[in-house]
């Protein structure tokens, strides 16, 4: 491929930027803040580093994490799943752990919430579970901002190392009573559909198929079948809605301030039986008690309710997912006969294109339209979360700070499959689950600031934290009904039954402080350090300590020059930690087993995992060093910042000889890097009479495996389509590393990386009077893709339909049916994209208008959301993940819950 076609991408999107810089500009606006300024980090502190403000206001997203994807500089963000809320996968400068999460530390209101879908669901339903934060409603959020160096995360110790997400949720100012209503209707569709063989040229397929294998022709005359069945489209709805209403009302005086909100979405999913639906309540409340004691609280209530369907890589009962189902199943057959009859699994047809009773492929495929139509999935989540907060000046600069949080989730799931989409008779599986979670922290600080003669300052803030969590699970699933009616209601009717029940409790006490010293605010010099004792280790107590400094070269004089407004330097040195993997992860677990014994069932009870009393939270540490840079009186700034980072003990699983009596241990086992660069721009200026803002970024990364204990390499991978073994761990390669076995069983070839190189992303914002104009992009770049979807729709075998270019290529097919399933070359792709995620544009009623009315303000606006992308991946997406945010497992696409393409229609009315 020439370099002009290779990188066409490239150079589109550079056009695009170009296009986006204001000229002749007038500088009457506001300039941008510095992003190095002022960051809050949580503590009552203030300090310079390296964090990132989101831009979270101009789209219409369901969760909270969807506003991170393509936001911010160093943030890679997969939507692992397009069904409603789905999961998403936010990973800050790299992945660095191998077992432990790689997802960020989220902060709501001072509350720490974990964006683990373990926490959140009891693991029951089909497909991948909601996002852990589709409780919290976008609408809510007045600020998100992306902590990502030491200097910025040092508080937050053993939880810090894959960055900190401070939410800070619309809080109201004394003396301004307001009542907002926004209302949204939308439409989606499918971002995309695979063009498939018809029925008579599948039809044609087989013949030539079976004649290759030296076998009579199946059909006599496959142009007699038609275009048959399109099973895509049958289990995608003709148009899936979405519907918002949000009430928000704030006001108070001088003494007591509050806000208070309420919201109600309705999401249906572009596939039949799939929906999201969320119903929240918020009330914020600020108080100034007296001169030295003031309070705040803020007390959330959500429901949020959902059915999925069987996709990705949640389902594991009869058949593959509805997806891939809808891609390979007969063209030939339709849904229902003549006579009524379904034809409830991928049959072969006979020359009148009735099913033959005998199965096309190797395994039971059910139906899609069935399977998606037939089977139950539903979850249900109730939470409640409240967070008090005490501050009392005790001196003129000395005060005492006092936190009492409190998170309480109650999760139930509930699943059944008729025994229609089994062969056999009385094979209807059913199961109910229910978690109860309980979480709660208590956090006393003390704040202390003085000002020096000479300009100069000291502040010290000095604490202690205790938290903790208790997680209790109970589920039972039946199989094998006689009597179905009452479906997951009643799994005492099953023939089979399983109970499971389990508790996890986490525990942690800390002990953290910070020293900064100021001069004229010019140098600044910041010490801090937290020690934290965690309950999961037998070494409980860890210590993340971090020397951090920034510098003003334009206010010091060293830079004269008076097209530079401002000039920063900033840089940090020191550790974080990740503490995120299961609870008793040292201890030796028992596992129930049974067997079979002269005809009896005996059931009986194995050790599988090797203690490890020497396990350690993970520590990373991290090197930062940036440069802000502000021309124009700050209305054009560049943001560099160079970063390294070492995680020396990596967690992972270490398999075990079978003679050694277990299946596996957990230790510390890798040394991993990440090292990179990012680079921001941003500008705000008016251009004739419209205001223009922009920001752009782009991001380096480097992961690197530096070094792996006890052995050279770990191969992994969750199995796929009988694929087993596809994920390599190894000495000097990235993590989440393609690889497979060749024929000698000894050699192995590298196929490449899930881990991308680049990440970048533009969002630009016009205002032209009352109209205003916004749009949206990000992309990533260098990162590899299984695209496992063709193991069977290039399948020469014959069991299953296959792409419609797939009959006109060089392969010649011939009927083997059963034939092992291998990982070649030819399923790995690059996946690099660039995508215009959001368009909007909006119309505010002019005020002279609204004269006489009680409105203060009403906008009407169009939004688009995944408009195109630009890739040369073959799949319909490169932005999914089959195993959801499992680091080692990234980059598999198979049966991927398709994203939507949203038409929405709103309404912003001020009161």
Same mark, same amino acid.
């Given at each position: 491929?020439?370099?002009?076609?290779?990188?066409?991408?490239?150079?589109?999107?550079?056009?695009?930027?170009?296009?986006?810089?204001?000229?002749?500009?007038?500088?009457?606006?506001?300039?941008?803040?510095?992003?190095?300024?002022?960051?809050?980090?949580?503590?009552?502190?203030?300090?310079?580093?390296?964090?990132?403000?989101?831009?979270?206001?101009?789209?219409?997203?369901?969760?909270?994490?969807?506003?991170?994807?393509?936001?911010?500089?160093?943030?890679?963000?997969?939507?692992?799943?397009?069904?409603?809320?789905?999961?998403?996968?936010?990973?800050?400068?790299?992945?660095?752990?191998?077992?432990?999460?790689?997802?960020?530390?989220?902060?709501?209101?001072?509350?720490?919430?974990?964006?683990?879908?373990?926490?959140?669901?009891?693991?029951?339903?089909?497909?991948?579970?909601?996002?852990?934060?589709?409780?919290?409603?976008?609408?809510?959020?007045?600020?998100?901002?992306?902590?990502?160096?030491?200097?910025?995360?040092?508080?937050?110790? @053993?939880?810090? !190392? +894959?960055?900190?997400?401070? $939410?800070?949720? *619309?809080?109201? %100012?004394?003396? #301004? /009573?307001?009542?907002?209503?926004?209302?949204?209707?939308?439409?989606?569709?499918?971002?995309?559909?695979?063009?498939?063989?018809?029925?008579?040229?599948?039809?044609?397929?087989?013949?030539?198929?079976?004649?290759?294998?030296?076998?009579?022709?199946?059909?006599?005359?496959?142009?007699?079948?038609?275009?048959?069945?399109?099973?895509?489209?049958?289990?995608?709805?003709?148009?899936?809605?979405?519907?918002?209403?949000?009430?928000?009302?704030?006001?108070?005086?001088?003494?007591?301030?509050?806000?208070?909100?309420?919201?109600?979405?309705?999401?249906?999913?572009?596939?039949?039986?799939?929906?999201?639906?969320?119903? @929240?309540?918020? !009330? +914020?409340?600020?108080?100034? $008690?007296?001169? *030295?004691?003031? %309070?705040?609280? #803020? /007390?959330?209530?959500?429901?949020?309710?959902?059915?999925?369907?069987?996709?990705?890589?949640?389902?594991?009962?009869?058949?593959?997912?509805?997806?891939?189902?809808?891609?390979?199943?007969?063209?030939?057959?339709?849904?229902?006969?003549?006579?009524?009859?379904?034809?409830?699994?991928?049959?072969?047809?006979?020359?009148?294109?009735?099913?033959?009773?005998?199965?096309?492929?190797?395994?039971?495929?059910?139906?899609?339209?069935?399977?998606?139509?037939?089977?139950?999935?539903?979850?249900?989540?109730?939470?409640?979360?409240?967070?008090?907060?005490?501050?009392?000046?005790?001196?003129?600069?000395?005060?005492?700070?006092?936190?009492?949080?409190?998170?309480?989730?109650?999760?139930?799931?509930?699943?059944?499959?008729?025994?229609? /989409?089994?062969?056999?008779?009385?094979?209807?599986?059913?199961?109910?689950?229910?978690?109860?979670?309980?979480?709660?922290?208590?956090?006393?600080?003390?704040?202390?600031?003085?000002?020096?003669?000479?300009?100069?300052?000291?502040?010290?803030?000095?604490?202690?934290?205790?938290?903790?969590?208790?997680?209790?699970?109970?589920?039972?699933?039946?199989?094998?009904?006689?009597?179905?009616?009452?479906?997951?209601?009643?799994?005492?009717?099953?023939?089979?039954?399983?109970?499971?029940?389990?508790?996890?409790?986490?525990?942690?006490?800390?002990?953290?402080?910070?020293?900064?010293?100021?001069?004229?605010?010019?140098?600044?010099?910041?010490?801090?350090?937290?020690?934290?004792?965690?309950?999961?280790?037998?070494?409980?107590?860890? /210590?993340?300590?971090?020397?951090?400094?920034?510098?003003?070269?334009?206010?010091?004089?060293?830079?004269?020059?008076?097209?530079?407004?401002?000039?920063?330097?900033?840089?940090?040195?020191?550790?974080?930690?990740?503490?995120?993997?299961?609870?008793?992860?040292?201890?030796?677990?028992?596992?129930?087993?049974?067997?079979?014994?002269?005809?009896?069932?005996?059931?009986?009870?194995?050790?599988?995992?090797?203690?490890?009393?020497?396990?350690?939270?993970?520590?990373?540490?991290?090197?930062?060093?940036?440069?802000?840079?502000?021309?124009?009186?700050?209305?054009?700034?560049?943001?560099?910042?160079?970063?390294?980072?070492?995680?020396?003990?990596?967690?992972?699983?270490?398999?075990?000889?079978?003679?050694?009596?277990?299946?596996?241990?957990?230790?510390?086992?890798?040394?991993?890097?990440?090292?990179?660069?990012?680079?921001?721009?941003?500008?705000?200026?008016?251009?004739?009479?419209?205001?223009?803002?922009?920001?752009?970024?782009?991001?380096?990364?480097?992961?690197?495996?530096?070094?792996?204990?006890?052995?050279?390499?770990?191969?992994?991978?969750?199995?796929?389509?009988?694929?087993?073994?596809?994920?390599?761990?190894?000495?000097?390669?990235?993590?989440?590393?393609?690889?497979?076995?060749?024929?000698?069983?000894?050699?192995?070839?590298?196929?490449?990386?899930?881990?991308?190189?680049?990440?970048?992303?533009?969002?630009?914002?016009?205002?032209?009077?009352?109209?205003?104009?916004?749009?949206?992009?990000?992309?990533?770049?260098?990162?590899?893709?299984?695209?496992?979807?063709?193991?069977?729709?290039?399948?020469?075998?014959?069991?299953?339909?296959?792409?419609?270019?797939?009959?006109?290529?060089?392969?010649?097919?011939?009927?083997?049916?059963?034939?092992?399933?291998?990982?070649?070359?030819?399923?790995?792709?690059?996946?690099?994209?660039?995508?215009?995620?959001?368009?909007?544009?909006?119309?505010?009623?002019?005020?002279?208008?609204?004269?006489?009315?009680?409105?203060?303000?009403?906008?009407?606006?169009?939004?688009?959301?995944?408009?195109?992308?630009?890739?040369?991946?073959?799949?319909?997406?490169?932005?999914?993940?089959?195993?959801?945010?499992?680091?080692?497992?990234?980059?598999?696409?198979?049966?991927?819950?398709?994203?939507?393409?949203?038409?929405?229609?709103?309404?912003?009315?001020?009161?």
């Amino acid at each position: 491929m020439a370099p002009v076609e290779k990188y066409y991408k490239y150079w589109l999107f550079l056009l695009i930027l170009g296009a986006s810089l204001p000229t002749n500009a007038q500088d009457t606006i506001a300039p941008p803040t510095l992003s190095h300024r002022n960051i809050q980090i949580g503590y009552g502190q203030t300090i310079r580093g390296a964090s990132a403000k989101v831009n979270q206001h101009t789209r219409s997203a369901t969760t909270a994490d969807q506003l991170l994807q393509g936001t911010a500089a160093g943030i890679y963000a997969v939507q692992n799943s397009g069904q409603p809320a789905g999961e998403m996968g936010i990973h800050i400068r790299g992945f660095r752990s191998l077992l432990a999460s790689n997802q960020p530390l989220y902060l709501i209101d001072g509350i720490p919430y974990y964006n683990e879908t373990g926490w959140s669901s009891a693991g029951s339903v089909f497909g991948p579970a909601a996002s852990p934060l589709a409780f919290l409603n976008p609408q809510d959020i007045e600020e998100i901002r992306v902590l990502k160096d030491a200097a910025t995360t040092s508080l937050y110790g @053993s939880r810090a !190392a +894959n960055g900190v997400v401070i $939410i800070r949720t *619309r809080r109201t %100012l004394p003396d #301004s /009573l307001k009542v907002s209503f926004n209302v949204s209707f939308g439409s989606q569709t499918p971002i995309g559909t695979y063009e498939l063989a018809n029925a008579n040229e599948y039809a044609g397929f087989l013949n030539q198929a079976y004649n290759n294998a030296g076998l009579d022709a199946r059909y006599d005359n496959p142009n007699a079948f038609g275009t048959g069945t399109d099973w895509q489209n049958s289990i995608y709805r003709d148009q899936a809605w979405r519907q918002n209403y949000h009430l928000g009302i704030s006001g108070g005086g001088e003494k007591v301030k509050y806000y208070l909100s309420g919201e109600y979405l309705d999401q249906t999913g572009i596939i039949i039986g799939s929906d999201f639906q969320r119903y @929240s309540f918020r !009330a +914020n409340m600020d108080a100034q $008690i007296n001169d *030295r004691t003031s %309070l705040s609280n #803020s /007390l959330t209530f959500n429901r949020v309710e959902s059915n999925t369907v069987a996709s990705d890589a949640g389902y594991n009962e009869s058949g593959v997912d509805v997806i891939t189902g809808s891609r390979i199943f007969n063209p030939i057959l339709s849904h229902q006969n003549a006579d009524g009859s379904i034809n409830r699994f991928h049959f072969a047809a006979d020359n009148a294109g009735l099913s033959s009773g005998m199965l096309q492929s190797t395994f039971i495929q059910p139906n899609p339209l069935l399977l998606a139509g037939s089977t139950d999935s539903k979850s249900s989540t109730s939470r409640v979360s409240n967070n008090l907060q005490l501050k009392v000046s005790i001196l003129d600069n000395l005060s005492l700070n006092g936190t009492i949080g409190v998170d309480a989730l109650f999760n139930e799931e509930y699943t059944f499959i008729p025994g229609a /989409l089994f062969l056999g008779a009385n094979q209807g599986t059913g199961s109910g689950a229910k978690l109860d979670a309980l979480k709660f922290i208590n956090q006393y600080f003390l704040e202390f600031n003085q000002k020096y003669s000479g300009d100069q300052k000291l502040d010290l803030v000095a604490g202690y934290s205790w938290e903790g969590w208790r997680r209790e699970v109970l589920a039972g699933r039946s199989v094998g009904f006689d009597n179905e009616t009452l479906r997951y209601y009643s799994l005492t009717v099953g023939q089979q039954k399983i109970l499971n029940s389990n508790i996890s409790e986490w525990g942690m006490q800390s002990f953290f402080g910070m020293g900064q010293y100021s001069y004229k605010d010019i140098l600044n010099l910041t010490l801090s350090a937290r020690a934290d004792a965690i309950s999961i280790f037998d070494n409980k107590w860890s /210590l993340f300590p971090t020397l951090a400094f920034s510098w003003d070269l334009r206010q010091s004089s060293l830079v004269r020059s008076q097209k530079i407004s401002s000039i920063i330097v900033h840089s940090s040195i020191g550790s974080t930690g990740n503490q995120s993997i299961p609870p008793y992860s040292r201890f030796s677990l028992l596992n129930e087993y049974n067997a079979a014994l002269n005809g009896a069932t005996i059931n009986g009870i194995s050790i599988d995992k090797i203690a490890n009393n020497q396990l350690e939270v993970e520590k990373t540490e991290k090197y930062d060093l940036g440069i802000e840079v502000g021309f124009k009186e700050n209305h054009l700034i560049f943001d560099l910042d160079f970063y390294r980072e070492n995680t020396r003990n990596a967690i992972g699983l270490i398999p075990l000889l079978a003679t050694s009596g277990f299946e596996y241990g957990v230790a510390n086992i890798a040394s991993i890097s990440n090292q990179g660069l990012e680079l921001s721009a941003s500008t705000n200026h008016n251009v004739g009479t419209a205001n223009a803002s922009f920001q752009f970024f782009i991001s380096l990364n480097k992961n690197k495996v530096e070094s792996l204990d006890l052995q050279d390499q770990l191969i992994s991978g969750l199995p796929f389509s009988g694929i087993t073994d596809w994920s390599l761990t190894k000495s000097n390669y990235s993590l989440s590393t393609f690889y497979k076995r060749n024929p000698d069983q000894f050699e192995q070839s590298i196929l490449g990386s899930a881990a991308p190189k680049m990440i970048t992303g533009l969002f630009s914002k016009w205002d032209f009077k009352d109209l205003d104009f916004s749009i949206s992009l990000h992309g990533a770049f260098g990162q590899k893709m299984i695209n496992a979807n063709n193991l069977y729709l290039q399948n020469p075998s014959g069991e299953f339909n296959v792409l419609a270019d797939y009959l006109h290529s060089n392969i010649a097919p011939a009927f083997e049916p059963g034939k092992p399933q291998v990982l070649t070359e030819d399923l790995i792709e690059d996946a690099s994209y660039l995508r215009v995620q959001n368009i909007t544009i909006g119309y505010t009623i002019p005020s002279t208008l609204l004269t006489g009315s009680s409105i203060k303000k009403l906008r009407i606006y169009g939004s688009v959301e995944n408009i195109f992308t630009l890739t040369a991946y073959s799949g319909l997406d490169p932005d999914v993940s089959h195993f959801g945010s499992l680091t080692q497992y990234q980059g598999v696409d198979l049966g991927s819950y398709p994203k939507a393409k949203m038409f929405l229609l709103g309404l912003n009315v001020d009161f």
